[in-house]
């Protein structure tokens, strides 16, 4: 059991740190819309815009990138559990002598004939 001392301690200086804010600082900066693409008023006639340093770096990343996933997707082996059970039926069906690759028998007429 805590003596009452503690107690009343623990009620007196519980509100005074739950109402205290840490590390808060003024409102959040906001940037008001100024109805222009990316904040960018437009140029005028005759000026060319001049890339930031991080352009550039940002552009090779981002579609270098996407060529290596591109050209690593088309090259990823085969992994599906569907390709490797029809090598396995066929290379069991090889072992017993079977053909896997089915081929229709001559004897049988191709059209049914007419039962009178």
Do not use: C
Not at 11 to 25: I, Q
Not at 62 to 72: D, E, I, P, Q, R
């Amino acid at each position: 059991m805590l003596p009452a001392s503690s107690i009343r301690l623990a009620r007196v200086a519980v509100p005074r740190y739950a109402s205290r804010r840490f590390a808060s600082h003024d409102a959040p900066h906001y940037n008001e819309p100024s109805g222009y693409l990316f904040g960018e008023k437009p140029l005028p006639p005759g000026q060319k815009r001049v890339k930031e340093d991080w352009e550039n770096i940002w552009y090779l990343g981002m579609f270098g990138s996407m060529a290596f996933a591109s050209v690593m997707l088309y090259y990823k082996p085969d992994t599906s559990v569907q390709s490797w059970a029809l090598n396995e039926a066929k290379a069991r069906m090889e072992a017993r002598g079977e053909k896997y690759l089915y081929e229709p028998s001559s004897s049988q007429s191709s059209s049914p004939s007419p039962s009178s």
